[in-house]
């Protein structure tokens, strides 16, 4: 006889086949903001660095490539560095506290626009 835990677990373990909402977010700027202010004495300081600057710059790749596609120019400096792209996010989300439970890319998204806006065009 199947015990209940085990039908149970039957029952629930396919709900994780199912495709996760597409506005889900795998990441938050809490989270974020965790890996990118890591104490520089600490054991995890190294790993976490490369963590925060890993998904900054997927997430700026990513906007970049849907501007592309979009036909739209970038705004960022082509000259920025991957070091001055994390202190502009990390600065960010200490100006925002209260705003760092949404997605981590959205928040990387707004502290690039915030730093380097885009020009308006003149009609």
């Not at 981590?104 to 502290?111: C, D, P, Q, R």
Request: proline residues 4%; aromatic residues 8%; positive net charge.
């Amino acid at each position: 006889m199947i015990s209940k835990k085990l039908a149970c677990l039957a029952l629930v373990a396919p709900l994780g086949l199912f495709p996760v909402a597409a506005d889900a977010s795998f990441y938050t700027g809490d989270e974020l903001y965790k890996v990118c202010s890591a104490d520089r004495g600490s054991k995890e300081y190294v790993e976490r660095t490369y963590e925060c600057i890993a998904y900054i710059t997927g997430a700026i790749d990513a906007f970049n490539t849907t501007r592309k596609v979009n036909k739209l120019n970038s705004c960022i400096p082509a000259d920025v560095t991957i070091s001055q792209l994390r202190t502009v996010t990390v600065e960010y989300l200490e100006d925002h506290p209260k705003g760092r439970g949404v997605s981590a890319s959205e928040l990387v998204f707004a502290a690039t626009r915030n730093e380097w806006p885009c020009s308006k065009k003149k009609k």
